[in-house]
């Protein structure tokens, strides 16, 4: 099964030349190379939140096995739905789909069902598969999009990915497609982004959950770095890093009503 790109020429560089130029330029290290267990990384268009990712993943160093965990924007298809084997199309050519690590991820994750309605128009998993391809030639890839749940569900699939990981082997980044306080001011969107990110750098996935639901934080990937948390602090992670942030008046000027973005390691 392939899953076509559906927003190359859209969310970022449908010419293969052009996306290449546009990664090197975004992709940059402004620090020490971070071993990370999981990050979280914005899904906007590439004139936005493109340097933010480009930041983050210029610290990761990218293994050859990734779980993306992002949210289902579009309600279609399964509630926790994985993108069964195959392998997915971007302009830069074709990513397999890991089908060991998804059997892991079926044989320990309940919730989790084979399905791609989900992924069929959903752009927040698509735009983290260049970055990766660009780093990382040989990667592949496991593809989970989210939807709603209450925190028992969400600790459960968390757990549940953590004991795939450990049957998988090998090491996987875990990357949870976000983005955060969504057609706010500037000022009030860094205040309430701030309340989110202090509970990730806590490691504490459930306040997240209720903080953003609590304060209106319309982080639209919480379900993703939730999960993306409980699963890394199961493997031993122990230290969370806000690497970059930023908002998308940075690009357009426009600093009335803007979405911010976020680029998190956890190690």
Known sequence: MQRQAVVAGQFYPGNPLQLKAELGRMICSSGPEIKALGVISPHAGYMYSGDIAGKLFGRIRVPANVLIIGPNHQGLGAGAALYP??????PLGTVAINSR?????????????ED?????????LEVQVPFLQYLRPDVRISALCL?????????????AIAAAIKEYGDEVLIVASSD???????????????????????FDPEG????????????????????????????????AEVVCYGNSGDKNGDMDKVVGYAGVAVS
């Open 101 to 113: 690590l998804n059997n892991c991820i079926k044989k320990h994750a309940k919730l989790v069902s």
């Open 147 to 159: 939807g709603h749940g209450d925190f028992s569900q969400l600790f459960e699939l968390g757990e």
């Open 180 to 202: 955060m306080t969504h057609y706010e001011s500037a000022v009030t969107a860094r205040l309430k982004d701030n309340m989110a990110l202090e509970r990730v750098l806590e």
């Open 208 to 239: 997240l959950l209720h903080t953003c639901r609590a304060t209106h934080i319309t982080m639209c990937g919480v379900v993703p770095a939730a999960v993306m948390l409980v699963a890394t602090k199961k493997l031993g992670a122990v230290k």
């Open 116 to 124: 791609t309605l989900a992924h069929k128009l959903e752009h927040s």
């Open 85 to 90: 084997d195959g392998e997915w199309v971007t």
